[in-house]
């Protein structure tokens, strides 16, 4: 009987769901006992919780709690780590307010402590006899010291599922975080100036008017638009976008407005244009100043009376869109030179949106270096990489003409390219070193002494905006103009880079570089 009760109990451990475990362990314990009552109590900082009740009247006892510093058999149990007999009339242990709630009443009380491997105390399993006159609980001391086995085993079952379990939504809301982290482009800033751009998208959010977004490139128009769709009422619909400098002005009118087949040559099914799919949602129109004269009269048309015309169609269509424009360029300046409509600038810029470039909001660099650097860290699978303060303020002082963009391409430049574990100062490509004295490069074959490590000014000729071009492209351009500069010495280029030349020789290699 006892080999054929612990294979029972072993088999539980099987099971990895908590909520059928720990009902199949407490029907095996009723069903060797012969009782109809059952329950299992956890202790929970100041309170013990019933987790899970079987037999009669078990819908009153689930779910209840008891504080524990108030007396209750389960209570005793779990504070001194061993099993009891208790009679709900007479022992002054019973929670007798659950008790009075109760039709049938429990004559008796067997109650056993839950253990964990390390026989920590977590919980208790009470078995209940409700027979009022003859009990028939099995209370021969052996038989006891055996259905206590039977609950170890029972109860480190419980534990690891319960463990197990938890680590599982634990995973799946890391997973959740780690999938929002890497795929999410997020506005991030903590400067003055940055912080009015964010009360104007909040405010801008809360009305359905143009919004007309200026500012250099790379400083996050798209994301600002986004933001404002976001907090909008509009959330739940589409957020469409179309680079208007992108494509030639045919194919944009259908990208936009949509065609009918046979419209024009290639058009051989009719189409749904970006105003008509993002009815009831936002439109985003990037590059606004590029887009052509002729083009822009038929925007002025959707802004003013919410219609299209896709090409070929001879009726018109309604919609409802919010319209969002961006532009790099003066447009009051285009407006003047006849560039772009004056009525459609007046149309689209109801409520402008300036953007400051990165260099006006130095506060924010750190905050979003470090940003990107977790990010990219995050989708490469890769650590991210601290960096030294003196970095740091190098990066600070830069120019930033890319902006963000070539903050974010510099992030993911050196978390690829840096072989340590933190970022220094010499891991910075040699125009990020504004905090230095740059000094003149010495001919080769000049006389003099060889310049100072990492004193070598960009020939202003060469340089191209970082936030125009990718890490490796960037690599290369540095490491040949380093070689060509002295002569293809790769000591001399190496400790001008402040790096060992071991190290810059495997850049070499790594890049398919040679002396010549």
Known sequence: MRHSDISLFKSLSEELDPKVLQRKFLLSLLELQGVGRGSIWIKREDKILCIEAV?????????????????????????????????????????????????????????????????????????????????????DQEYLDHIQDLVNIGSTSLANAIYYNNSLKEADALRQTLNIIRSEQVVLGQSPVFLKVLERIRTYAV????????????????????????????????????NCSAIPENLLESELFGHRKGAFSGAIENKIGLFEAADGGTVFLDEIGDMPLSLQARILRVIQNSEIKPVGQTRVKKVDIRIISATNINIQEAVNTGGFRQDLFFRLSVLPLQLPPLRDRKEDIPLLFRHFMKRESLRMGLPAKPTMPEAMRMLIDYAWDGNIRELENIARYLLVVVDSDIIEPQDLPFFYDLGRVMAPVSPPGAGGPPAAVGAIAPDPGRYLAFGERTWEQVEKAYVRYLLEHYDGNVTRAAKAAAINRSTFASRMRKLNITKA
Not at 214 to 219: I, Y
């Open 55 to 139: 037999g009669v009247e078990s819908e009153n006892v689930k779910n209840v709690e008891i504080d524990a510093g108030r007396p209750s058999v389960v209570g005793w149990v779990i504070e001194h780590g061993k099993m009891t007999i208790a009679e709900p009339k007479a022992d002054k242990r019973h929670y007798r307010e659950l008790e009075e709630k109760l039709a049938i009443k429990g004559s008796l009380i067997l109650c056993l402590p839950l253990f964990l491997r390390d026989q920590t105390v977590y919980g208790a399993v009470q078995i209940i006899d409700t027979f009022p006159e003859t009990s028939r609980l099995n209370l």
């Open 207 to 242: 009305t359905d008017y143009p919004v007309l977004i200026t500012g250099e490139s790379g400083t996050g128009k798209e994301l600002a638009a986004n933001r404002i769709h976001e907090l909008s009422n509009r959330r739940d619909k589409p957020f469409l976008v179309q």
